[in-house]
Nanobody, 127 residues
Framework: QVQLVESGGGLVQVGGSLRLSCAAS????????MGWFRQAPGKEREFVAA????????YRADSVKGRFTISRDNAKNTVYLQMNSLKPEDTAVYYC????????????????????WGQGTQVTVSS
């Protein structure tokens, strides 16, 4: 069992930056792929970024390429999402997820499912 807790959300102006963190419990964190997803009011959940178990492979949605960076620190059981040049359309609740597949292969194929989920953290970008 893995428990995920996100933090770092908040209110930021257009063009600003935030870094989200997702802390995981359990000794198996380093074997899971980790991903970030988001959901805006009235919209479906959307994939944002994913990272393989070692951090050697990353994948980002086209909408955040060049602005968001996903990383992980397995020694700290934490995955991060650095968000720069934020836009109003980035406003959403951001969730981290863990996938027992070390490479998160299903996410690369468009799946929005995960084995474990955090409770989410709100990001609001004001114009």
């Amino acid at each position: 069992q893995v428990q995920l807790v996100e933090s770092g959300g908040g209110l930021v102006q257009v063009g600003g930056s935030l870094r989200l963190s997702c802390a995981a419990s359990g000794r198996t964190f380093s074997t899971y792929a980790m991903g970030w997803f988001r959901q805006a009011p009235g919209k479906e959940r959307e994939f944002v970024a994913a990272i393989s178990w070692s951090g050697g492979s990353t994948y980002r949605a086209d909408s955040v390429k060049g602005r968001f960076t996903i990383s992980r620190d397995n020694a700290k059981n934490t995955v991060y999402l650095q968000m720069n040049s934020l836009k109003p359309e980035d406003t959403a609740v951001y969730y981290c997820a863990a996938d027992k597949d070390p490479y998160g292969s299903s996410w690369y194929r468009g799946s929005l499912e995960g084995d474990y989920w955090g409770q989410g953290t709100q990001v609001t970008v004001s114009s």
